[in-house]
C-alpha cells in the first residue's frame, strides 16, 4: 500500500486559506478530502488559523449588509440567502433533512433542489413582482440526506422592454456542480414601463 506523504504544516495551512478564501462553504468533511488528513487535524488547524467552523461562518455572512429581497417574503425563499445584490447575484444555501428525502434512498426529491434555485432566481430580482416565466434545468447528481446546497443566481440580460430577466442558477455541493438552471423571470416593472400599461404576462 503506497504512503502518502504529508505536506508540511505552513504549506497546508496556506491551502486551507486559500480554499476557504474561495468557497467558505467548504464542510471540514471535504477538506479532508482535498488536504489528504484527518478531520481532526482540519480542526485544529481552524483553532490555528483562527477560522470559525462552517455554522459560524454562514452566521457571519448572513450577518453581513445585503440587499432586502423585494419580490418575496423571506420564509416564500427556499434555503437562506447569505448574499444579495438586486439585479445582479445571490447566494443561498440549503441543508438536506430527513423531510426533503425519499426514505428508502436518502436521495432528495429533485423538486426541493429545484424550489432552492427558482425561489433565488425570483428573489434576486429588483420587482415586487416577479414571476418565473420559463426554466430549462438540468440535475448533474443526485443530492443526498445531510449535504448543503449552494445556490448561486446571476441576471444575466433584460429583454422586452425589461419585463423580463434572464437569470442563471448554478447549485454546489463542495466543490460539486449538482445543478444547472436558466430562468426567464417576468417583472412588472417593465410592463408598466411600456405604453398602455398591459398587465398581461408574456410567458413565450
Do not use: W
Not at 488528513?37 to 461562518?57: A, F, K, N, W, Y
Not at 426533503?100 to 420587482?127: E, Y
Not at 416577479?130 to 447528481?141: G, P, Q, V
Amino acid at each position: 500500500m503506497p504512503i502518502i506523504e504529508r505536506q508540511p504544516k505552513k504549506q497546508r495551512h496556506q491551502q486551507l486559506l486559500r480554499i476557504i478564501e474561495e468557497n467558505p462553504f467548504v464542510t471540514d468533511r471535504e477538506l479532508t478530502r482535498l488536504l489528504k488528513v484527518s478531520i481532526q487535524t482540519i480542526r485544529l488547524d481552524r483553532m490555528e488559523l483562527g477560522i470559525p467552523e462552517l455554522r459560524e461562518r454562514l452566521k457571519l455572512m448572513a450577518e453581513r449588509s445585503y440587499d432586502a429581497v423585494r419580490s418575496l417574503q423571506l420564509d416564500e425563499v427556499i434555503g437562506e440567502i447569505v448574499d444579495l445584490q438586486l439585479d445582479k447575484s445571490g447566494i443561498s444555501i440549503f441543508e438536506i433533512q430527513k423531510e426533503h428525502v425519499f426514505s428508502r434512498t436518502g436521495i432528495a426529491r429533485g423538486h426541493h433542489v429545484f424550489a432552492q434555485a427558482n425561489s433565488l432566481a425570483v428573489a434576486v430580482i429588483n420587482d415586487e413582482i416577479a414571476l418565473t416565466s420559463a426554466a430549462d434545468i438540468r440535475f448533474l447528481r443526485s443530492v443526498r440526506l445531510g449535504e448543503k446546497c449552494i445556490a448561486k443566481a446571476f441576471v444575466r440580460s433584460h429583454s422586452g422592454g425589461k419585463s423580463k430577466a434572464k437569470v442563471e442558477v448554478f447549485t454546489y455541493v463542495g466543490d460539486e456542480m449538482v445543478f444547472q438552471g436558466h430562468f426567464v423571470i417576468f417583472r412588472s416593472a417593465g410592463e408598466r414601463a411600456n405604453e398602455g400599461g398591459s398587465e398581461r404576462a408574456d410567458r413565450d
